[in-house]
């Protein structure tokens, strides 16, 4: 039974793999981007009959100022930085720490998310990155980049609900957007999703493995 926080993002699921349908093929892979888009993303997955895989991302914090956020992080190893709109950038001495840590933790989520499994090989590749909701596009832009450079064939980006202005964004940067509504601002991902439970990552890592099969063999 669906549960108050997972129902909303599942039946958005639903909804989101309709105009997907077309892309549905052999070489598919849906990739949901932590932890919102895994839920939608396991819909959209089941829907297309396609393989499945999570994706940690974490947003990155300026110690100097840590109001503002700095970029992305997404695993195993790419940092986005908001500053550098139009690629990679020389990170800043302040950042370097922080960003060693965050690292860490994406690859450490990551492997919890597929219950030891590596990443699979997007390389040639048509890839669907599913994410819940965009307000400003910084994170999934850093998805796009970072699934780009690992030798993904085509990327579509499909979320459920963004800004118009985002949505024309992300379409230059992917080869195509997939989208259900797109309000003139969205502050937050409640405004869409009302009264969100926060899911965790043991719980996500549980919802992956009920849908993919059992976790791999210890070494």
């Not at 690292?103 to 590749?125: I, K, T």
């Not at 890839?127 to 400003?136: N, Y």
């Amino acid at each position: 039974m669906e549960r108050e926080g997972e129902e909303s993002r599942q039946a958005a699921g639903r909804a989101l793999a309709a105009p997907l349908q077309p892309y549905a093929g052999p070489d598919v892979l849906i990739v949901g981007v932590s932890r919102g888009g895994i839920l939608v993303g396991l819909e959209v997955a089941r829907a297309l009959g396609a393989p499945f895989e999570p994706l940690a991302i974490q947003t990155l914090s300026d110690p100097a100022q840590p109001e503002h956020t700095a970029g992305v992080l997404v695993e195993p190893d790419y940092v986005a930085l908001t500053a550098a709109a139009d690629g990679p950038a020389p990170l800043p001495e302040r950042l370097r720490c922080v960003v060693a840590q965050g690292l860490e933790d994406v690859r450490r989520r990551g492997a919890l998310y597929r219950g030891g499994h590596p990443q699979q090989d997007v390389s040639g590749r048509r890839v669907i990155v599913v994410s819940d909701a965009a307000s400003t596009g910084t994170t999934l832009r850093g998805v796009v980049a970072s699934v780009r450079g690992r030798g993904a064939r085509e990327i579509i980006v499909a979320l459920p609900v963004g800004p118009a202005g985002v949505m024309t964004d992300l379409g230059e940067r992917a080869d195509r957007v997939v989208h259900l509504a797109t309000p003139a601002h969205l502050i937050a991902r409640q405004s869409h999703y009302p009264q969100p439970r926060e899911v965790d990552d043991d719980e996500i890592a549980r919802l992956v493995r009920e849908a993919n099969g059992p976790a791999a063999p210890a070494p």
